[in-house]
């Protein structure tokens, strides 16, 4: 299974990036799929996270009302829109996925870099 981050970059505050994970290497269903963040010297922290089913999203609390996830199931892709940056929100960002197959794993994608300008 492998997972293809893309979208990061360099951008002002008050801008908008928009993050693409794509799920690729299994015929497995998605349970569901996730951003987490990692500042520099920091830990990776969950930024969004959404289920399918019905299980709706959740998010952080520094970023409610600023980021938006959303996940096309048919094309097994997540993506991030992320809007109102702040120069705190820099970071590399990594999305993982939580395939139907019975088990807890989790895989990660290679991390894509955001660098917000203040």
């Known amino acids: 299974v492998q997972l293809q981050a893309s979208g990061g970059g360099l951008v002002q505050a008050g801008g908008s990036l928009r993050l693409s994970c794509a799920v690729s290497?299994?015929?497995?269903?998605?349970?569901?799929m996730a951003w987490y963040y990692q500042a520099p010297g920091q830990q990776r922290t969950m930024v969004a996270e959404i289920t399918t089913g019905g299980g709706g999203t959740k998010y952080t609390d520094s970023v409610k009302g600023r980021f938006t996830i959303s996940l096309d199931e048919v094309k097994k892709t997540v993506w991030l829109q992320m809007d109102s940056l702040k120069p705190e929100d820099t970071g590399v960002y990594f999305c993982n996925c939580d395939l139907l197959d019975g088990s807890a794993r989790l895989y990660w994608g290679q991390g894509t870099l955001v660098t917000v300008s203040s």
């Open positions: 290497g299994s015929p497995l269903r998605i349970h569901s």
